[in-house]
């Protein structure tokens, strides 16, 4: 499936029990490809992406996740998760508590796989890896050695790739139990060998940028300049502007305004158009000069507002 927008793919994680709020955070177009497969008791998602996004929300619970990167290379921007850049071969999502914090790489071939809990626990105990039932995921990744990662890197292209050539397939008597019997050992193979390598020190200044995050979905359109944030949040102007630079790439006023252009954008998608002016909307969201916010909007969609209201229109 082609999904062409941040709020599509939201649309379609959603549908796959994943309810997570997404923000582009680099400018063009999206031009980004969804591939869901469920095989038996497993959900596998590939997500393939060409801008830079940030995913935050709660985990599904009861459910084991395991996410990688399969575009993962050495010499690119790595994914960042919950402030922690991630090894090229890092599995992540691990840890079922606490939520998703994600910001991806420029490009990205990020692939899920789901299951419930439980039944990985006891499959790892099975296949002789007693301590991952034992002492769960503490950590939330671990960096798996080159050479298995390797390989459950290639078992997942081969598996999208067959199916994308052959829908079919999936649906042939046993193979959802082939895959099943074949993917968890390698996956299991894996973890147990892995490595749950830390940082120096914790990332600095993470939480702050949760808590301004927070307030910012919380109030989508509520007028504030810097100074009210911080104090919002009890920081220092000096201590958000460098927490978002490090987590974020860009400053907390600057991720304000993505998160209102998308919030715009939302509006626009889910409007009557008979009923609805982009002026009106944008003034929601503190958007008073028609022709920068015009100009915004183009930059971070690749359309102009009117555009994507004129598409619901034809849509409707």
């Known amino acids: 499936m082609s999904v062409g927008c941040v709020e599509q793919l939201a649309e379609c994680l959603t549908a796959s029990g994943l309810v997570l709020h997404l923000t582009q955070l680099a400018p063009g177009p999206l031009d980004s490809t969804l591939q869901l497969l469920r095989v038996g008791p497993l959900l596998l998602l590939r997500v393939r992406l060409d801008r830079q996004l940030h995913v935050a929300g709660p985990k599904l619970r009861g459910h084991q996740i395991l996410a990688l990167d399969l575009a993962a290379r050495p010499e690119t921007r790595p994914c960042r998760s919950h402030g922690t850049l991630l090894p090229s071969t890092a599995v992540f999502g691990l840890a079922s508590h ?7 790489a420029d490009r990205t071939d990020l692939v899920l796989v789901v299951l419930d809990q439980s039944r990985f626990l006891r499959l790892a105990g099975g296949l ?3 301590e991952l039932e034992q002492q769960g995921f503490a950590a939330n990744w671990l960096r798996v050695e080159p050479l298995r990662f390797a390989r459950v890197r290639s078992y997942l292209r081969q598996l999208f ?10 649906a042939e008597p046993g193979m959802a139990r082939l895959i099943e019997q074949d993917l968890l050992p390698l996956l299991v193979e894996a973890l147990a060998q892995g490595s ?14 949760k808590v301004a995050q927070d307030w910012m979905h919380r109030h989508p359109d509520l007028p504030i300049t810097l100074e009210e944030l911080c104090h919002q949040v009890y920081a220092s102007r000096r201590s958000l502007i460098q927490g978002f630079s490090e987590h974020l790439g860009m400053g907390p006023m600057a991720y304000l305004k993505l998160q209102r252009l998308h919030a715009v ?36 969609f690749g359309e102009l507002p009117r555009e994507t209201l004129a598409a619901r229109l034809r849509a409707a």
Do not use: C, I, K, N
């Open 98 to 104: 606490g939520d998703v914090h994600l910001t991806t």
């Open 128 to 130: 002789g890896w007693s």
């Open 161 to 170: 790739g067959l199916v994308e050539a052959s829908p079919g397939r999936l």
């Open 196 to 209: 749950a390598a830390r940082l120096d020190r914790p990332p600095a200044r993470l939480e702050l940028v």
């Open 265 to 300: 954008r939302r509006l626009l998608l889910a409007a009557a158009p008979e009923q609805t002016t982009v002026a009106a909307v944008a003034a929601r969201f503190g958007f008073l000069s028609a022709g920068h916010f015009s100009r915004d909007y183009r930059r971070l």
